[in-house]
């Protein structure tokens, strides 16, 4: 369903744009596409006063289908947010282990102290960090929307399979450039 409209108490949610993932292969956006965006809409919210959830991952759950890092063990600052982000100090850091950002971690409770009512949810991978992460806002009652140029992932037809057939249950998409019209409406 495309994007129309935002709720007065609107976050942005950026799921690991990391220097560990950052250098992974793009197969739906380029990368340096996917941050441009991420960090335009960042300096969106901030300028309106509304939440920005940066959201790295250190590791992943343990079990049978738990991945080893091709290579080896992951590099020191692998986790590290890049620096293009420009975090600061309002924006609330949240660090993961599995590929959604909601279990296991603070940000539904920092989410409702803030009196959020929707997410936007951008970053990396569509299939996986951002699609759970937005599954798992539906399910706890916050309306989502999905900058879908703000995405990508290693594989286009997992990508274009989220934005299709998964995203539209969840909530409504659009570009960077629509979100960015309805959010000059918003804020404090």
Known sequence: MPVTTLDSRTALIVIDLQRGVVGLPAAAHTMETVI???VRL????????LPVVLVNVTGAP??????????G??????????????????????????????TGTDLEQYLRDQGVT???????????????TA????????????????MTDTSAEIHENSVLRIFPGLGETGTTDEILGLLASVGS
């Open 73 to 102: 063990p992951r590099p020191e600052g692998w986790d590290i947010l890049i620096p293009e982000l420009g975090q600061q100090p309002t924006d609330h850091l949240v660090t993961k282990r599995t590929r959604g950002a909601f």
């Open 135 to 150: 599954r798992h806002a539906h399910e706890l009652g916050f309306n989502v929307t999905l900058a879908t140029d703000a």
């Open 36 to 38: 441009a965006n991420s």
């Open 62 to 71: 343990g079990g049978r289908t738990e991945r080893v890092a091709a290579g």
């Open 118 to 132: 929707q997410v936007v949810v951008t970053g990396v991978a569509t299939g996986s960090g951002v699609e759970s």
């Open 42 to 49: 960042a300096d969106a919210f901030r300028a309106r006063g």
